[in-house]
């Protein structure tokens, strides 16, 4: 028998590596030098944030993705820390609420203005006290509204609701003692129900994060874990380290059986830290290591032997950290699956890097676009305190497809409200359907589609998307406002006028024709 090679087929297999020219990236940004092992980088579909180098206290700057370019040196920046800010992580249902940890011992959630940081921000909206040493680690919950988790050198995993009103919060709703020494990092399951976590006393830990009881404990002597992700809902987890013989490696574990992993796999001699990331969608697995130029992604499967190797993107030009936008903001037109947001210390710039898979159709690839996680919250802060474990809210990538609004105020308390103002801000369908009327038109399936469209419909006013307004914060934007709704009802109202006009043009229209109809039956 000739022996033939097995090959699997994959509709990831050719994805490569697109990075951004020169005036698309972001240059002149002083990136912090601390040599704490996160990423240093947080992207969401409206805005960038990156920790800077700066003399007392920490910072960090938040650019809008439209304003790429050369940086002004003295742009406005996030300043309240009076230690090194070691982390950030933006609010995955609130595209203008960020949270920030530093070597004060204090996390910190920020609002950021709609059109940006536009003066040195230095109050925070919530300020978290309640650990003794930094903070170099945290963590939004994943389904659940305003819960956020933090660690810090006090070896202490604390879980805070943000639901509440004082301004600054010193009592966390639980604190969970599981770890002995210094906590490397946390990855939630789909639903929030599961914390992984890795320690520096090499284990890997599994949690259920609202009692803090410890479900399973995985440890090996070959590999050495420093970062955990859970694999979306595979009931697997990957960890990546190094091993005895400090090879970089990573492994696979078993979700219900962590005393031996299914898998090790040996990368390569270098030194620097493995960052994995994970696209549940795609189920496709992306090691980055700091201070490489390359990135490996791999397909990842239920069945043997796991994880398969695609490719690799290779450059010359080291990664300090990566931030990784959310699905619901890549380019669905170019068939993009990923987006990196690369951190270049030695030229002071962040890159954009988009993993495209290629397809000679231009139209929409449903098949590398499947249902993904919106920016709506399954629950709230105190539903799931009380227990309760969801699945996030899926939202489809199809362009014409209705998107949430990016306030979280908003999908509570604003839902219907603007449901109602999308129905009655359009006079035009309105009186199209009064001129059905008027004529006798009987057909069914155009009420139909008129209803459908004035529910899709997003309004706009002066220009402004309303579902993107924030509500005033001064007199002087009070009046803007306030003007600008004067402006709108006026205009709206000269339209019903000219609805009106053309409604009496067609009812003269229709007299005339029937006259002239009885008078030829005569």
């Known amino acids: 028998m000739t022996w033939r090679p097995q090959y699997r087929s994959s509709k990831f297999r050719h994805v490569f590596g697109k990075a951004a020219p020169k005036e698309s990236c972001f240059d002149g940004v002083p990136i912090t030098r601390c040599v704490q092992d996160n990423n240093f980088c947080a992207v969401n579909p409206q805005f960038l944030a990156v920790i800077t180098e700066c003399a007392g206290g920490g910072a960090f700057l938040v650019l809008s993705l439209r304003n790429t370019g050369k940086v002004d040196p003295h742009h406005p920046r996030v300043s309240g ?61 994943p389904t659940a509204n305003n819960i956020l988790f933090s660690t810090g050198y006090d070896y202490q995993v604390m879980i805070w609701n943000l639901d509440c009103p004082e301004q600054v919060i010193k009592n966390p709703v639980r604190t969970i003692s599981q770890h002995p020494d210094v906590v490397l990092s946390m990855s939630f399951s789909t639903d929030g129900g599961l914390l992984a976590t890795t320690c520096k006393d090499r284990k890997v830990r599994l949690l259920e994060p609202r009692s803090g009881n410890l479900l399973q404990e995985g440890s090996c002597k070959t590999h050495k874990t420093s970062k955990v ?15 005895r013989c400090n090879n970089r490696q990573m492994a696979l574990w078993d979700q219900d059986d962590m005393s031996v992993p299914l898998l090790q796999e040996n990368l390569d001699g270098s030194s620097g830290l493995l960052f994995p990331f994970y696209d549940p969608d795609t189920h496709m697995l992306y090691i980055a290591g700091k201070g490489d130029g390359n990135i490996r992604y791999y397909e990842i499967s239920s069945e043997k032997p796991y994880i398969h190797f695609l490719t690799e993107y290779r450059s010359n030009l080291p990664q300090k950290g990566l931030g990784v936008m959310p699905k619901r903001g890549v380019d669905v037109s170019s068939c993009e699956v990923f987006r990196f947001y690369k951190l270049v210390t030695i030229k002071s710039l962040v890159q954009p890097l988009s993993m495209i898979v290629p397809r000679r159709s231009d139209s929409y690839q449903e098949d590398i676009y499947p249902m993904t996680a919106g920016n709506r919250p399954a629950l709230t802060a105190e539903e799931w305190l009380s227990g309760v474990d969801k699945g996030p809210v899926l939202i489809s990538l199809k362009p014409g497809s209705q998107i949430a609004e990016p306030y979280s105020e908003m999908s509570n308390g604003m839902g219907n409200s603007l449901d109602t103002q999308r129905s009655q801000s359009r006079p035009g369908s309105l009186q199209l359907a009064y001129i059905q009327n008027q004529l006798g038109t009987k057909d069914c399936n155009e009420g139909v589609n008129l209803a459908a469209d004035a529910k899709n419909w997003m309004p706009i006013s ?27 009802i ?8 000219q609805r009106d006009v053309r409604v009496k043009q067609l009812e003269l229209e229709i007299k005339n024709i029937k006259n002239s109809q009885s008078q030829s039956s005569l």
């Not at 992700?229 to 190094?242: A, E, Q, R, W």
């Open 229 to 243: 992700l859970f694999l979306g809902n595979l009931k697997m987890l990957l960890t990546t380290g190094t091993s």
């Open 462 to 488: 002066n220009g402004e998307d309303l579902t993107l307004c924030s509500p005033p914060k001064t007199e002087n934007e009070l009046r803007m406002k306030f003007l600008k709704q004067q402006d709108e």
């Open 490 to 497: 006026r205009r709206l109202r000269e339209l019903l006028n």
């Open 81 to 141: 820390h009076r230690g090194n800010v070691l982390d950030i992580k933006w609010n995955p249902f609130n595209d203008y609420c960020i949270a920030s940890c530093s070597e004060d011992a204090t996390v910190k959630v920020w609002e950021i203005p709609p059109r940006g940081v536009l003066k040195n921000l230095t109050v925070a909206w919530k300020e978290l006290q309640g650990h003794s040493r930094r903070v170099g680690l945290i963590e939004w919950h």
